[in-house]
T-cell receptor, first 114, second 114 residues
């Protein structure tokens, strides 16, 4: 079956530090890949996506590249801000048919200190 | 900006009782989903719903669970006889037909079964 593995948290960084959150996946076929973010007290928000190999998703300074050869979709940001403190979820959606469900990783809590 | 809403934000119930969790998806969306997250674990898919019927369900979604779209705006998840292990955060999501992979999530309902 499909699965997503992301690095264990929590991750604590100082403002303006470089962020990487690793994510690898197992899936049949060619899934679409996503990063969702959950700010305290809020729902999951789609941060970025990539629907085919070598695509780069980007939003709000965050980037992730769909690497089929390493089955990875690592999240990066060059300079984090305090406002980026949240839980980040890597997810995939299998393609084909009516199988639109998302399979999530466990989530990584990021805390950015001033 | 349109958003998915969920009520209540927190529900406490006794084991064996029935609960109904309510969601109002984004108005022009056609696909609806329920996910849950047990504390400290992954967000897990429960069920997807399209055209007034279930399109897919997970092994978690047994006979104790049901979903309904009773009118043009609400989407509900009913648990007939709650168990302690049903305690979790329940997320509703919706997506439009053309961009099914962009699922918009509500803030969640925290269900506590005592």
């Amino acid at each position: 079956g499909n699965s997503v593995t992301q690095m264990e948290g929590p991750v604590t960084l100082s403002e303006e530090a470089f962020l990487t959150i690793n994510c690898t996946y197992t899936a049949t076929g060619y899934p679409s890949l996503f990063w969702y973010v959950q700010y305290p007290g809020e729902g999951l928000q789609l941060l970025l996506k990539a629907t085919k190999a070598d695509d780069k998703g980007s939003n709000k300074g965050f980037e992730a590249t769909y690497r089929k050869e390493t089955t990875s979709f690592h999240l990066e940001k060059g300079s984090v801000q305090v406002s980026d403190s949240a839980v980040y979820f890597c997810a995939l959606s299998a393609t084909g048919g009516s199988n639109y469900k998302l399979t999530f990783g466990k989530g990584t809590l990021l805390t950015v200190n001033p | 900006e349109p958003e998915v809403t969920q009520t209540p934000s927190h529900q406490v119930t006794q084991m064996g009782q029935e609960v109904i969790l309510r969601c109002v998806p984004i108005s022009n969306h056609l696909y609806f989903y329920w996910y849950r997250q047990i504390l400290g674990q992954k967000v897990e898919f429960l069920v997807s719903f399209y055209n007034n019927e279930i399109s897919e369900k997970s092994e978690i979604f047994d006979d104790q669970f049901s979903v309904e779209r009773p009118d043009g705006s609400n989407f509900t998840l009913k648990i007939r006889s709650t168990k302690l292990e049903d305690s979790a955060m329940y997320f509703c999501a919706s997506s439009e037909a053309q961009r099914f992979y962009e699922q918009y999530f509500g803030p969640g309902t925290r269900l506590t079964v005592t």
